[in-house]
């Protein structure tokens, strides 16, 4: 069965360092969002990614963050400037034709910022 | 703006037992909602869906929820509880086909034997 792929599972980085979170969609998947989880709280949604442009974001997706398809398989999340309150859970997930009922997710990354 | 409550961070219920996880939802259209799980040290696993159509839904696992408009909730159940069934549960919801997911708090199930 297709699955969405991320990398690393888990990530150590120091705070203000940048960081890259990567992510294989599906392969014939067009929609793209990254959600993130931080420990015992909900999973909230950060951006959403169609036809090489952001779709969506929410409040929470700064000018610290930013998404990229650099080739036509991986699709990233960039923190540049890492902060103690970014440590969380950060979910990939596609879908085929935007329809958030169809969406996959990936195992997810763990970012630790010390 | 839609949103969902758990009821309930954690839950204990013995193996064999009836699984009754607590979801009400608020929106103010349609919507669509999810329960998804997560396993420990694993991602998010989709276990049912409610788009339209048959208001009992039948997921993976022998879980089942129903949703009920009267009472907007969306309530996740499962007749006999494994061992495995140990996670955390989230229910979730949207109101458009193409838009977000909305994620509750979750409710972390505990079996004891």
């Known amino acids: 069965e297709p699955e969405v792929t991320q990398t690393p599972s888990h990530q150590v980085t120091q705070m203000g360092q940048e960081v890259i979170l990567r992510c294989v969609p599906i392969?014939?998947?067009?929609?793209f969002y990254w959600y993130r989880q931080i420990l015992g709280q909900k999973v909230e949604f950060l951006v959403s990614f169609y036809n090489n442009e952001i779709s969506e974001k929410s409040e929470i997706f700064d000018d610290q963050f930013s998404v990229e398809r650099p080739d036509g398989s991986n699709f990233t999340l960039k923190i540049r400037s890492t902060k103690l309150e970014d440590s969380a859970m950060y979910f990939c997930a596609s879908s085929q034709d935007g329809a958030a009922t169809e969406a996959f997710f990936g195992q997810g990354t763990r970012l630790t910022v010390v | 703006a839609q949103s969902v409550t758990q009821l309930g961070s954690h839950v204990s219920v013995s193996e064999g037992a009836l699984v009754l996880l607590r979801c009400n939802y608020s929106?103010?259209?349609?919507?669509?909602l999810f329960w998804y799980v997560q396993y420990p040290n694993q991602g998010l696993q989709l276990l049912l869906k409610?788009?339209?159509?048959?208001?009992l839904v039948k997921g993976i696992n022998g879980f089942e929820a129903e949703f009920k408009k009267s009472e907007t909730s969306f309530h996740l159940t499962k007749p006999s509880a494994h061992m495995s069934d140990a996670a955390e549960y989230f229910c979730a919801v949207t109101v458009n086909r193409d838009d977000k997911i909305i994620f509750g708090k979750g409710t972390r199930l505990h079996i004891l034997p």
């Open positions: 392969s014939n998947h067009l929609y």
């Open positions: 409610y788009t339209t159509g048959a208001t």
């Open positions: 929106s103010s259209v349609p919507p669509y």
